[in-house]
């Protein structure tokens, strides 16, 4: 579990630096933030692409789609060193997110194929660490390797650590069993995910939640400047809260979800969002409300994500390693929906914002009783 959430720590260390970092490579590259910004699109939408490859994991086995992830996050880190321009950046970036994409999805599978379904969610919220950990520790520490080697300076030094990484994994895990025949082929398992309709309702759940989310995360940093004129000293202090909450929600996962039963953290962990999301026009009156009320709302959303991954690992075990991809599909999706609505919502205030994130935190509460009542169906017709 630790190396996973190494392994995590290093994947999602550059899936997120360069967020921050985006004027040090703007520069770095000769282009704009404009060119910079259809980069990171590009790499959005390729999220709906992920069962593509990371069923692999379910046609190959689990060890052969971490190691090919991997790989594929390896060649796109070290491609910049070789290929320092905009063209080799951008294939970086479309490749360490392909090996991202894979890796995730085939690592839950297998520990959701190893771990029982009573202990799953305290040991994924260990392996979830990785992400909040690249915001706290990855991301600071490229922000000191680029001040003293320039902005090329982390890709070497993160495709050594995919080597490292690598090597780990063909070392700690167990061969994959030997392919059988009559295995389902990947277009198989992926029209076993979306012809089996608990899995389009867990699916479901995931997209509204991510929108719900992203309509308040893409405009709080104007708002914070909108309502204290902080721009700067606010937005620090908003990252640092970001980042606590997530580990934070990671941690309380880890302790209450197994306790309370999967389904129950999920929609407890939306009822508190949507709370959080109604009060931030009321906290943010001032600050040190404004600060709480973003505390409030990622660590609820983060407590529901991290809470929907083992609830998901057994609704379709079968093509487990495929729903899990299709999963990621469906949160980039969600992503990508929320920035389309979120500007013009926000014209209207913060207080429509969160109303917006009511509503779609309840179409996830809706689609959580459909995936419930469908499941229950399920059962009872297999006893039968």
């Known amino acids: 579990m630790l190396a996973f959430a190494f392994i995590r720590l290093v994947l999602n260390t550059l899936y997120r630096m360069v967020y921050p970092f985006l004027p040090v490579f703007g520069r770095g590259l000769g282009v704009d933030l404009e060119t910079l910004s259809l980069a990171f699109t590009a790499r959005s939408v390729l999220g709906a692409f992920g069962p593509l490859l990371a069923s692999v994991a379910d046609s190959r086995g689990r060890k052969a789609g971490m190691i090919f992830g991997m790989l594929l996050f390896t060649a796109g880190a070290g491609l910049v060193v070789f290929w320092p321009t905009f063209a080799g950046f951008f294939l970086a970036l479309v490749l360490t997110v392909l090996g991202k994409y894979v890796f995730d999805p085939a690592m839950q599978a297998y520990l959701g194929d190893q771990i029982a379904y009573r202990q799953r969610g305290t040991i994924l919220a260990v392996t979830e660490l990785g992400w909040s950990t690249s915001f706290m520790l990855g991301v600071p520490l490229v922000g000191f390797v680029i001040a003293r080697g ?28 030997a392919p059988q025949d009559g295995r389902p082929s990947l277009w198989a398992n992926i029209r076993t995910v979306v012809t089996y309709p608990p899995a389009l309702a867990a699916l ?5 939640a991510t929108v719900a989310n992203e309509v308040v995360n893409l405009v709080f940093g104007v708002w914070m400047e909108d309502s204290f004129s902080l721009q700067i000293a606010a937005l620090g202090a908003a990252a640092a809260v970001l980042g606590l ?17 999967k389904p129950f953290a999920v929609g407890l962990g939306l009822a508190l969002n949507s709370l959080a999301a109604l009060a931030l026009p009321f906290l943010g009156a001032h600050l040190f409300g404004a600060l709480l009320g973003l505390f409030l709302f990622y660590i609820t959303f983060e407590f529901t994500l991290v809470s929907i991954i083992p609830m998901m690992t057994e609704v379709l075990p079968s093509a487990r390693a495929t729903l899990m991809a299709a999963n990621v599909a469906s949160l980039s999706l969600g992503r990508a929906l929320g920035a389309l609505i979120a500007p013009s919502l926000y014209g209207w205030g913060i207080l429509a914002s ?31």
């Not at 902005?151 to 994959?176: Q, T």
């Not at 479901?204 to 509204?208: D, F, K, V």
């Not at 917006?356 to 039968?384: K, P, W, Y």
């Open 245 to 261: 909450a997530e580990m934070s929600g990671e941690v309380l996962v880890g302790g209450l979800t197994d306790r309370l039963g």
């Open 354 to 384: 969160g109303l917006a994130a009511l509503a779609f935190n309840l179409l996830a509460l809706l689609s959580l009783r459909a995936l419930q009542r469908g499941s229950q169906r399920v059962s009872e017709r297999d006893r039968v």
């Open 204 to 208: 479901s759940i995931g997209l509204t």
């Open 150 to 177: 320039g902005w090329m300076a982390p890709f070497p030094l993160l495709a050594l650590l995919g080597l490292a990484c690598i090597a780990a994994l063909v070392w700690m895990l167990p061969r994959d069993p």
